[in-house]
Structures are given as C-alpha cells and as structure tokens.
C-alpha cells in the first residue's frame, strides 16, 4: 500500500523553527516530484514548497520564500520541510504529496501552530 507518512509537527512560537518529515512506501518515491501544501481553516490550501524527482530544483511562493527549504532523501524515501522565522500567519494543517506523469498520493497532513 502507498503511505506518506509525516511528522515533526507542533506548538511553536513566533520566530522559532520546525522541521516536518514525509516518510514515502509503496511507490517509487525517486520517480516523483514532491512538494508540500498547507490549508488554514477557511482558507484555499496553498502550494508552499516543490521539489524535482532528483532534487535538483525547487520553487516557493513569495509567503514563505527565503524562511522555507524543501529537501528529499531518496536513499531514505523521505522529504523534508525546514520552517525557519515562523510567523502566526503559517499556523495550518501541512500535507505533503507525490506526483509523476500517472499517479498522485497526499499524505493524511499535521497540524502547525505558530503561537505566542
């Protein structure tokens, strides 16, 4: 079965720094683009970070340009999503997903509070 499993989520204050993971089975996970969504309550879920298949290339939004990276591990199947300088405005639920050319998976998403 495919699973994208994440972690690493939490209570955080403003400024602090969080790493989530994404652990990927079942699929061919070096075969597939990923990227990271979040979805505020009330609000459209929001692309906010991808990376190619080798790693080789990455895009963020302007919201989180410059405080986000995006990495991927293929010899582990995981990716990562380092969150630097938080702000209450990136409070959300984070999902993070798999693409090629067939196929798509979303992971179950973890919550993210940014909080004083």
């Known amino acids: ?6 972690s690493g ?12 993971s994404c652990a990927a089975s079942g699929f061919s ?9 979040r979805q505020a309550p009330g609000k459209e879920r929001e692309m ?8 080789g290339s990455t895009n963020y939004p302007d919201s989180v340009k410059g405080r986000f990276t995006i990495s991927r591990d293929n010899a582990k199947n995981t ?9 209450p405005e ?18 179950q998403g973890t919550q993210v509070t940014v909080s004083s």
């Open 79 to 87: 990716v990562y999503l380092q969150m630097n300088s938080l702000k």
């Open 48 to 55: 906010v970070a991808t990376i190619t298949s080798a790693g």
């Open 9 to 20: 989520g939490g209570l955080v204050q403003p400024g602090g720094s969080l790493r989530l």
């Open 29 to 37: 996970f070096s075969n597939y683009a990923m990227r990271w969504y």
């Open 90 to 107: 990136d409070t959300a639920v984070y999902y993070c997903y798999a693409s090629n050319l067939w196929y798509t998976y979303w992971g």
């Open 1 to 6: 079965q495919v699973q994208l499993v994440e």
